[in-house]
C-alpha cells in the first residue's frame, strides 16, 4: 500500500494540534506526520517533544510564512502520496483511510478530494459541504467550490515545472498550487468528508475577502485574453455579490 505524507504547517495554534495530530495517528494507511512548526511561543514545541509516536517527524524554526512551510514538509516528505492538513484541523480517518485505498486500486488517478465538515471553534458539527465532480475550468473561475484540505496528490505530480507552492501569495498559495498541479490530470471525487475544518474567529479563512482578492488575481494570470478577463471579472462580482447576501461562512462563535 502507499505510504500517506500528512504535512501539517503550524504556528501557535497548540489549542488545536493535538486533536490534529490524533487524527491522523488513528489512520490505518502507512503514514507519516510532517509538522512544520514556525517557532511557536504557545507551548507547541513542548508538545512536539512529548510526541513519541515514530510516524511523527516535526521541526520548529522560523519561516517565511504558510507556503514556505509546505514546502519544506515536501522536501522532507519521504511518502508516495501527500496530503496537506492545517493545524486547527482533523482528518475523518476512515474515509482518509478509503482513498489511499482507492489511490491504490486505481493507479491511472492523479488525486482525489472529498468533502468537508465545517466545524466550530470547539469542534462541534456546523454544516457538511458537498461539491461536486473535478472540473479543472470550474476551479478556475469559481475557486472555493473544491475543498483543497481534502486533496490527496500523487507525488510524482512534483516535477521541475511545478515544484511546489508559489511563497509570494499569502492567503492564496494552495488555489494557485493545485490549478497548477492538477491542470490536465485525472482528479476523482471521494463522495464523502474526507476532513473537519474549522472554522472560527481569527481563523485564516475568516479573512475572507483579503482571499478572495488574492485568488482573483491569480485566477486572471490564466486569462488566454480580454474574453476571458471580462468573464473572470464578472463571475468574481457575481460571487462577491452572493456573498454578501447569503454568507459563504458560518458566523463565528
Not at 17 to 26: D, G, H, I, Q
Not at 140 to 165: H, V
Request: aromatic content about 10%; some cysteine; overall charge negative.
Amino acid at each position: 500500500m502507499s505510504r500517506l505524507s500528512v504535512i501539517t504547517p503550524s504556528f501557535n495554534l497548540i489549542r488545536y494540534l493535538p486533536e490534529t495530530v490524533a487524527s491522523v495517528a488513528k489512520l490505518e494507511s502507512p503514514h507519516e506526520h510532517l509538522i512544520v512548526d514556525a517557532a511557536s511561543t504557545d507551548g507547541t514545541v513542548d508538545f512536539l517533544q512529548s510526541i513519541e509516536d515514530p510516524d511523527v517527524r516535526w521541526i520548529s524554526e522560523p519561516d517565511r510564512g504558510q507556503a514556505h512551510a509546505m514546502n519544506k514538509g515536501i522536501a522532507m516528505s519521504e511518502g508516495d502520496l501527500i496530503g496537506w492538513l492545517n493545524a486547527d484541523d482533523t482528518y475523518v480517518e476512515d474515509a482518509v483511510d478509503r482513498s489511499v485505498a482507492y489511490l491504490d486500486e486505481h493507479p491511472e488517478v492523479d488525486a482525489v478530494y472529498g468533502w468537508m465538515e465545517i466545524v466550530d471553534g470547539d469542534g462541534g458539527l456546523v454544516e457538511t459541504y458537498r461539491c461536486g465532480g473535478f472540473d479543472w475550468r470550474r476551479f478556475l473561475y469559481l475557486g472555493d467550490y473544491i475543498p483543497t484540505p481534502s486533496i490527496i496528490f500523487r507525488k510524482r505530480l512534483l516535477n521541475e515545472r511545478i515544484p511546489g507552492l508559489d511563497e509570494s501569495y499569502l492567503d492564496s498559495s494552495d488555489y494557485d498550487f493545485y490549478l497548477r498541479l492538477l491542470k490536465g490530470r485525472n482528479v476523482q471525487l471521494m463522495r464523502e468528508p474526507l476532513v473537519r475544518f474549522r472554522y472560527y474567529e481569527g481563523s485564516k479563512t475568516e479573512l475572507n475577502v483579503r482571499l478572495r482578492r488574492e485568488a482573483h488575481d491569480i485566477r486572471l494570470k490564466w486569462a488566454r485574453g480580454p474574453r476571458d478577463v471580462a468573464v473572470m471579472n464578472l463571475a468574481n462580482r457575481l460571487q462577491n455579490l452572493r456573498n454578501r447576501v447569503l454568507k459563504p461562512w458560518p458566523e463565528t462563535d
